[in-house]
């Protein structure tokens, strides 16, 4: 990713239409609205219609949250920290990450819009949808691990927005530490968001001894 000057104040231009750049910008509740009653629907219907048991739903529903998990891990780390050598690579990076990084309290862009994401919701189902398929003949299980990954997604926004917009409680410290210090001062390190499960087992926790710089002066990657 390129480097930016950090800014503590503003917001990032991202597109010159005025329609594009408004759409760029999303709320929480109306994230909120489109995937928790889809979550929700997806479940129920699993349970009602297709007869999945109660456990066989708690454990696709489970497994939907852990794969969350480590996928905010490996697309944070290798994705939206891509370091590309094309003017349009390094556009693409900025738009989906690299505005944040230069305004990390810009809590519009804290949260995907919506169209972008029920784009990219639509297309993670299809490729679960026929990986199941693949491995157990019948693409129905999506129906029930995608709402867990879905739930998943939404905790980690819901942190993320937490952590750029309030002070932390005591109990979860740790993490906005450990995401104060990804963005202030080791862009390469301090890659989960909801968890720091994955920065341990992959070795990419930021020091504990390192304490987050806010002053808006520092430059990161």
């Not at 994705?79 to 590309?84: C, G, Q, T, V």
């Not at 862009?187 to 968890?195: A, H, I, L, N, R």
């Amino acid at each position: 990713m390129e480097t930016v000057a950090i800014k503590n104040k503003g917001q990032a231009r991202l597109f010159k239409n005025s329609v594009l750049e408004s759409l760029s910008k999303t709320r929480p509740w109306m994230i909120y609205s489109i995937y928790i009653p889809l979550s929700a629907f997806m479940v129920y219907y699993s349970y009602s219609q297709l007869g999945f048991s109660i456990s066989a739903i708690f454990i696709l529903f489970v497994s939907g949250l852990i794969s969350w998990s480590l996928f905010e891990y490996i697309a944070h780390r290798y994705l939206f920290h891509y370091h590309a050598s094309s003017d349009l690579g390094q556009r693409i990076v900025y738009i989906f990450h690299g505005n944040h990084h230069e305004y990390p309290r810009d809590k519009m862009r804290l949260f995907m819009p919506p169209i972008p994401s029920i784009i990219f919701a639509g297309m993670l189902l299809s490729i679960i949808w026929v990986l199941f398929y693949l491995f157990n003949g019948t693409g129905k299980d999506a129906l029930v691990f995608f709402p867990g990954f879905i739930i998943g997604y939404l905790a980690y926004v819901s942190m993320h927005y937490a952590i750029h917009a309030f002070t932390p409680p005591k109990y979860l410290k740790a993490l906005w530490r450990n995401h104060h210090l990804h963005h202030y001062k080791y862009p390469e390190k301090g890659f989960g968001v909801s968890s720091t499960l994955w920065d341990v087992i992959f070795g990419t926790l930021p020091e504990r001894r390192a304490s987050p710089e806010t002053n808006g002066t520092n430059r990161e990657t």
